[in-house]
Every structure is written in structure tokens, then in C-alpha cells.
């Protein structure tokens, strides 16, 4: 059939295919103006996520020192190895979800550790080589070398939670 031939109800409405075109257009256009604020808010969402799981891992391990260090546990040399060496390897994780952006949504972490980021690294640098240390003493089998190790690794979580931990 040729294009003259077409019967009346074949013939495209006027404006049907420009004003569907338009909308499709725009529906597009739309789309792909959000898609990088939805991508940074799914990133930032990731990153928030990233570094409680971190942070909820490591304080499991802190917390089965603490109750060893404070005679609620027994102390069982090995089983202090294991925990203190996860300590020391989960410290490393979390720092990488805290990228830019990161500061909004549901979060304890103050927007200073984006304002003052020097400060804050050294602080996290702090703590890995406390945790370094408590794995350390760990090793020596010594109870009172591990209490010592885990009171100072403790204070490098302390100051860096007055300063950029909101309460």
C-alpha cells in the first residue's frame, strides 16, 4: 500500500506522534536531570551503611574485651587473640564510608568530620594503631598488658566520638 492510499482511520492523528515524541522527550530529559541526585543519595545511603556495619562489628569484639578486661568474661588467651585481631582488622574498614555527602540522612556522625577531615583522620589513624597495639598485647597472653592496651584504645574511640559523634 502506498502512503497516499492510506484509508482515513490508518493516518496518524495531527500532533499525536510530535506531542508524544515531546513527552517522551521531556520524560527523559527528566529522568536523566535526577538520575545523579539519586545516584548520590543511593551512594551516600551505601556509605552510611558501610561504615555502621564497621562500627557495629568492631564494637562486638571491643565489647567481648571489655567484659574479659573487666572479669565478666574469663580470660582465655586465645579467644582474646581472635577478638583483638578483628578489632585491629575491622578498625580499618569504616573510614571509606565517610565520603562526601555522606554527612546527610540518618546518621550519628557531626558534619565536623567534613569540616575539620585533618583532624578526624588522625584521630582514625589514632585508633588503628591502638587497636595495632591491643593486638599486640593480646599476643603476650598478659592480662594486664591487655587491660593497659584496651584502656588506651578506648580513649582513641572516646575522643573521636566528643568530637564527631553527635549524641
Not at 530529559?29 to 568492631?58: G, N, T, W, Y
Not at 572479669?71 to 582465655?76: E, Y
Not at 571509606?96 to 577531615?117: C, H, Q, V
Not at 599486640?136 to 578506648?154: D, H, M, N, Y
Request: hydrophobic share 40%; glycine share 4%; proline share 5%.
Amino acid at each position: 500500500m502506498k502512503r497516499t492510499q492510506l484509508t482515513r482511520s490508518m493516518r496518524p492523528v495531527p500532533g499525536s506522534i510530535r506531542s508524544a515524541t515531546c513527552g517522551v522527550v521531556v520524560a527523559l530529559v527528566l529522568c536523566h536531570a535526577a538520575s545523579p541526585a539519586l545516584a548520590q543519595d543511593r551512594k551516600a545511603e551505601e556509605a552510611i551503611k558501610h561504615r555502621r556495619a564497621a562500627f557495629v562489628l568492631m564494637s562486638t569484639y571491643f565489647s567481648r574485651l571489655l567484659q574479659t578486661v573487666e572479669g565478666g568474661r574469663p580470660f582465655d588467651p586465645a579467644q582474646v587473640i581472635k577478638d583483638a585481631r578483628l578489632v585491629e582488622e575491622i578498625s580499618r574498614l569504616p573510614w571509606e564510608g565517610f565520603a562526601p555527602g555522606s554527612e546527610r540522612g540518618e546518621t550519628r556522625a557531626k558534619e565536623d568530620i567534613w569540616l575539620d577531615e585533618d583532624r578526624f583522620r588522625a584521630l582514625a589513624t589514632k585508633l588503628q594503631a591502638k587497636t595495632t597495639e591491643l593486638n599486640k598485647a593480646a599476643a603476650t597472653g598478659s592480662l594486664p598488658l591487655l587491660k593497659l592496651a584496651f584502656e588506651q584504645t578506648r580513649d582513641a574511640c572516646d575522643a573521636c566520638h566528643k568530637d564527631f559523634r553527635k549524641k
